[in-house]
């Protein structure tokens, strides 16, 4: 498993599929779920995807990157991509995840 979550954030720029990653371990896709599920309770699928998101959201609070430049580094095809699963996973788009930041930047700089 920790080889398996080493090997997903090092790919998180070029969407790998998770047959890649399954060959990549020596093991069968089906193994590669089973043990996914026991360990983390989840599929290697939505595993990669919140490293990806993470990534994603860690970029929008830490750089002035573009949306698209943050979609492409994080291995999604656009940034339109991005928006649409960052608000169907994390219930914000990446421009309200940013006004989030910057807001209580503002709020901790105030006197």
Request: charged share 30%.
């Amino acid at each position: 498993m920790v080889a398996a979550l080493l090997w997903m954030g090092q790919n998180l720029e070029i969407a790998q599929t998770i047959e890649d990653l399954a060959r990549d371990m020596r093991v069968s896709r089906r193994k590669l779920e089973r043990h996914f599920r026991a360990d983390i309770g989840k599929s290697p699928q939505k595993a990669y995807m919140s490293l990806r998101l993470a990534k994603a959201k860690r970029l929008l609070r830490t750089t002035d990157e573009s949306i698209s430049e943050i979609a492409l580094s994080c291995g999604f095809c656009d940034a339109s991509h991005l928006v649409r699963l960052m608000k169907g996973n994390l219930g914000m788009t990446p421009a309200q995840i940013r006004k989030v930041m910057d807001t209580r930047d503002d709020e901790a700089s105030a006197p």
